[in-house]
């Protein structure tokens, strides 16, 4: 009888630990506890130091120079090992034009908040790097300039959907450049899977692949920030994250969805 008892409040207990986990609605609250673990970010394997976590952020260093071959090292300090020519691949691509700016390394701190929360609405993002992919190179937004589409820009993509910029006001422009993706980063998404985890954007919420449960997704599947809440293989209790989409806006619609972090370099 005692056993019968014992048994009793073990199922007991398992119950009702059971109901709180269904309860608990992680996916739709936006004001859940959630926090990334450390080794979810050490999925960004190319740094230039440790990634490390510090008063509520998560520190990422990278030189921003892609693993992966491209046009854009023509002439520079790695043209032996990393240059190839453009091989005509880039399905975004109608008629390759290499742009001036060549590959050069950065000292890029991704500095993003490890318990990332949905934002007020209102962070649109700016020009430059808005995240960071697997292999250190920056993401950008949907645009070229000033709320300039990439309609020409495009043009200048390389087999695995970058190119680099010049460096920007009051620099030498034409011989160094940030490399950076817009869009989906081919080499990510033919190593880690179409519907594998590419990425963080500055506002901590994640990065995918164009494709979910077997299937491709359009910015129709998403909200205006361009993401939306469910389970994922790396956070089985879902979480808000971004897609990329062969569709404008492509990463990101109109803003962080929550409060980004800063980059600084
Ligand atoms: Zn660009
Ligand atoms: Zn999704």
New binding site residues.
Partial sequence: MKKLLLLFFILLFFSCTAENNDGSDVENDPTNDLTIPLSLYQKIYKTTSDIYIEGGYVYINTNGVPDHKSPYFLGTEWETQQYAAYDGSNPFVTNFNLNPNRISALSLTFKIPISPRKGNGNNPTRMGEIGVSLNGVPF?NQY?GMNQP?TR?VNSFDQYNG?P?PMGPGQENGTSGRY?Y?MEPFWLTQNHGKNGLIGFLLDGFPVYGPQESGRTINSSDLDDYHGHSHATSDFPDGIYHYHTTADDPYLNGSGYYGTPGTVSQ
Avoid: G
């Fill in positions: 950008y070229a990439l820009e190119h910029a950076h817009h």
